[in-house]
T-cell receptor, first 115, second 113 residues
């Protein structure tokens, strides 16, 4: 399975943009790039996903490199509520199940937001 | 509130006990998942159900037994667990197994003594 590499931790000041990097140099052509985050004492929460083009939604933006070997999750204005562990995940196919996909979580990046 | 609920939120059990974890979703989803999150380890997928049928078992020991009576409910039956099974057990659901967004419950914090 293709793997992702993320920094263990990052800090940001409140109200400033945050760029969370992810390397996935062995990504295959059919892998989608997903981002989830996990707030303290909660289950993971979907943030955004993409395949080739940059994506925007109400939570964040996802910038994908042209060669797809890296991507960046962008939080435009960090708030204290954004303090969480952010996971960059490649969605790969589970070969034993027809049409089923697996999310393989790594260790993620712990984002701290400074008031 | 994600629409996925889990009970109990905390559970302490001995190695000889039998207990069950419950997950319920009110999102109209057809796929449900069990994950395990141990301290300092990434989330691990345990089981996948699609339309009540188990489609994946990621080499999980038989002391963990899943049950999916309908698309809205998922159980994880536990028996003769080991202390190393202590972890946060998370349930998730999605519209189907081929869909991008999974909705997670808050998890059950399990401690095995």
């Amino acid at each position: 399975d293709a793997k992702t590499t993320q920094p263990n931790s990052m800090e940001s000041n409140e109200e400033e943009p945050v760029h969370l990097p992810c390397n996935h140099s062995t990504i295959s052509g059919t892998d989608y790039i997903h981002w989830y985050r996990q707030l303290p004492s909660q289950g993971p929460e979907y943030v955004i996903h993409g395949l080739t083009s940059n994506v925007n939604n109400r939570m964040a933006s996802l910038a994908i490199a042209e060669d797809r070997k890296s991507s960046t999750l962008i939080l435009h204005r960090a708030t204290l509520r954004d303090a969480a562990v952010y996971y960059c995940i490649l969605r790969g196919r589970l070969y034993s199940g027809a049409g089923s996909y697996q999310l393989t979580f790594g260790k993620g990046t712990k984002l701290s937001v400074i008031p | 509130e994600t629409g996925v609920t889990q009970t109990p939120r905390h559970l302490v059990m001995g190695m000889t006990n039998k207990k069950s974890l419950k997950c319920e979703q009110h999102l109209g989803h057809n796929a449900m998942y069990w994950y395990k999150q141990s301290a300092k380890k990434p989330l691990e997928l345990m089981f996948v159900y699609n339309f009540k049928e188990q489609t994946e078992n990621n080499s999980v020991p038989s002391r963990f037994s899943p049950e999916c009576p309908n698309s809205s409910h998922l159980f994880l039956h536990l028996h003769t667990l080991q202390p190393e099974d202590s972890a946060l057990y998370l349930c998730a659901s999605s519209l189907g197994t081929g869909f991008n967004e999974q909705f997670f419950g808050p998890g059950t914090r399990l401690t095995v003594l």
